[in-house]
């Protein structure tokens, strides 16, 4: 169970290697440069070498009106309606010399990751930010519980027994008091009990829950990469083939191994370090520990029950989570950095590693670290 709540608050970090979207600096960086070059062209125009050298602008004049020092010569060339369309058809309008603002205000209107694709194959610029758009839509599928509340709730609770700040007092006006239990939940208006006292294990029942769906990123970028290659009859387009990495992925893409990943507690602002809690250094791939991981810290402080566990004899007051009810994300250390300038974190991984060795110990004895280490080995979990 460690590992699914790992990848659940786990987020992901988009790939490096994609151009960056225009900002507004860009953009006023962008229209002043062309200005400039307007005020060049016109100032070229000009009649006299002291306004060309200043960058001086030469107003347009009226139809009749003609500065006193300009010749005929001198006087620029209007241009006729049949120059302007020999123009365009020169040189017609395309999508690729459209501002990058625009192009993805059209690609925000494609609804379909497979039409978002196929229409980034009309050009490499197309693509630069179909790339972002295909890869932004993959993490979304990623680190779908990072921010949301959790809690490990045993099936023993008593009614109104809930972890602080889990529910606002308008909520908890607005849960109910009684429940009725289906016989089968497919089927529910067939009761099996009726007016059950309300609890916070109900919550965990079909009722009122639904069961996290993980998906396969390697299955569906295949899917996607295969549905656009199914659009061409002929089955071969050079531009998509050559488009096949970018489009294939799989999770590890999102994970990188070679920078530091911790967790954090958003509530208490508190963070844990993964070399802190993992049993030995080579365990840690990036955001995910092999042995006993951020998954398994999450869980041993969220547990939430009114009687005590009796399948582990621990001093810690395990079944009252001091993190029940709280939300948590893993992130990068620099992403961390950067987000928390201003916002003071404490750093708990001493502390929560004492508590690990504490559960550990009362659960495997003291050889716990090498009969974990063992389990791992064995590719068992050790929650």
């Not at 002291?50 to 001086?56: C, D, L």
């Not at 529910?167 to 009726?194: A, G």
């Not at 995910?288 to 029950?305: E, K, L, T, Y």
């Amino acid at each position: 169970m460690g590992k699914e709540i790992e990848r659940l608050v786990t987020v992901p970090i988009q790939r490096q290697d994609l151009p960056p979207r225009p900002d507004v600096t860009t953009s006023t960086d962008s229209e002043s440069q062309l200005q400039n070059e307007c005020q060049t062209v016109e100032a070229t125009a000009g009649s006299s070498p002291q306004e060309m050298q200043e960058g001086k602008h030469l107003k347009r004049k009226a139809n009749s009106e003609e500065r006193a020092d300009s010749s005929p010569h001198q006087q620029q060339k209007k241009t006729k309606p049949s120059d302007a369309k020999d123009e365009a058809k020169t040189n017609p309008a395309t999508l690729s010399k459209l501002p990058v603002e625009l192009q993805r205000l059209i690609f925000d209107e494609i609804f379909l990751i497979e039409d978002i694709a196929c229409f980034g194959l009309a050009s490499q610029q197309l693509w630069a930010i179909a790339r972002d758009y295909i890869d932004t839509y993959y993490a979304s599928f990623l680190g779908s519980w990072a921010g949301q509340r959790i809690v490990f709730v045993g099936d023993d609770v008593e009614t109104g027994d809930y972890p602080p700040g889990l529910f606002s007092e308008e909520e908890l006006d607005e849960l109910p008091e009684t429940v009725d239990i289906p016989y089968n939940y497919e089927v529910p208006d067939i009761t099996w009990e009726e007016d059950v006292p309300m609890t916070l294990h109900h919550f965990t029942l079909p009722l009122f829950a639904r069961k996290e769906k993980f998906l396969n990123l390697s299955e569906l970028s295949t899917d996607i990469y295969t549905a656009c290659r199914d659009r061409n009859k002929f089955r071969y387009d050079p531009a998509l083939k050559s488009t096949y990495r970018d489009i294939l992925t799989e999770e590890a893409t999102y994970y990188p191994q070679d920078r530091p990943w911790i967790l954090r507690n958003l509530i208490t602002k508190e963070f844990v370090r993964s070399e802190a809690i993992a049993l030995k250094p080579e365990f840690i791939h990036g955001p995910f520990i092999d042995g006993f991981g951020f998954g398994q810290v999450i869980i041993s402080r969220i547990c939430w029950s009114t009687d005590p566990c009796t399948s582990i004899n621990c001093e810690l007051p395990i079944h009252r989570g001091v993190w029940a009810g709280h939300a948590f994300d893993v992130t990068t250390l620099a992403t961390h950095r950067a987000e928390t300038m201003e916002t003071e974190w404490r750093d708990v991984s001493e502390e929560v590693a004492n508590e690990i060795a504490i559960i550990c110990a009362s659960k495997y004895g003291p050889n716990w670290h090498k009969i974990i280490c063992g389990r791992f080995y064995d590719g068992r979990d050790a929650s």
